[in-house]
């Protein structure tokens, strides 16, 4: 793996952190991207053995640098490149976030009062996020 010269919002996409290139500039530019507790520009160089945290929906990844691909990769190669440093108490708290929006099958379609219950709880639950 050669170590060329990437941009850190090109990085993010390319190791699919983000779906496209305009969300992880976006997520810089909204302080989402941290390297060392500092808020991160997109056009910051990414350097091997460095580590991010980028705050993804409710999601706090922290990941470390092992290489800059040519080009976006498979999902599959995505380890050769990025290494998830998140811990799993992380994961745990996502999975245990979003219990509450479980439907059981063949309800059909919330109602306008079902998903104002939602958002509701939501907000309680300090998600915040409206969608």
């Not at 699919?16 to 056009?43: D, H, I, M, Q, Y």
Request: aromatic share 8%; net charge positive; with cysteine.
């Amino acid at each position: 793996m050669e170590n060329l010269h990437i941009r850190i919002d090109k990085w993010l996409w390319m190791v699919r952190l983000f779906k496209t290139r305009s969300l992880a500039t976006e997520a810089c530019n909204a302080g989402k991207v941290k390297c060392n507790g500092v808020n991160v520009k997109p056009s910051k160089e990414v350097k091997t053995e460095e580590e991010y945290e980028v705050h993804i929906g409710t999601l706090n990844k922290q990941v470390r640098v092992l290489g800059t691909p040519k080009s976006r990769v498979g999902a599959a190669l995505v380890p050769d490149y990025c290494e998830d440093l998140t811990p799993q108490e992380e994961y745990d708290r996502m999975k245990t976030l979003h219990t509450y929006e479980y439907r059981p099958h063949g309800l059909g379609r919330p109602t306008k009062r079902d998903r104002r219950q939602l958002e509701y709880i939501k907000s309680m639950m300090g998600d915040g996020e409206e969608f």
